[in-house]
């Protein structure tokens, strides 16, 4: 199984861009689909993206559409997460997982590896 580490957070005013990053240990890294979910204060989490095992598949929530893009870097066992024209609805704690089964990144269920989570603050 593997671990999961992001980086890459912090904080950025509206508009700016910011790209996360989860390092994940482990030869079993593109046996995973991976994605992105993010819970932010006092709210439940929510889908951001995901991608297939070989990247060629992926979907993101209507929310980040046209402004998030989601890859993956087997070979370095690194998926990234690039997110252009923040806004402060965006502000939340950022959770790489991975999971046997592409959907299940999508409802957070039956997800096999959580990271520990990079928090990014969006500023008006």
């Known amino acids: 199984q593997v671990q999961l580490v992001e980086s890459g957070g912090g904080l950025v005013q509206a508009g700016g861009s910011l790209r996360l990053s989860c390092a994940a240990s482990g030869r079993t890294f593109s046996s995973y689909a991976m994605g992105w979910i993010r819970q932010a204060s006092g709210k439940e989490r929510e889908f951001v993206a995901a991608?297939?095992?070989?990247?060629?598949?992926?979907s993101y929530a209507d929310s980040v559409k046209g402004r998030f893009t989601i890859s993956r870097d087997n070979p370095k066992n690194t998926v990234y997460l690039r997110m252009n024209s923040l806004k402060p609805e965006d502000t939340a704690v950022y959770y790489c997982a991975a999971a046997d089964v592409f959907d299940n990144l999508k409802t957070g269920q039956n997800v096999a590896v959580w990271g520990q989570g990079t928090l990014v603050t969006v500023s008006s």
């Open positions: 991608i297939s095992r070989s990247g060629v598949w992926t």
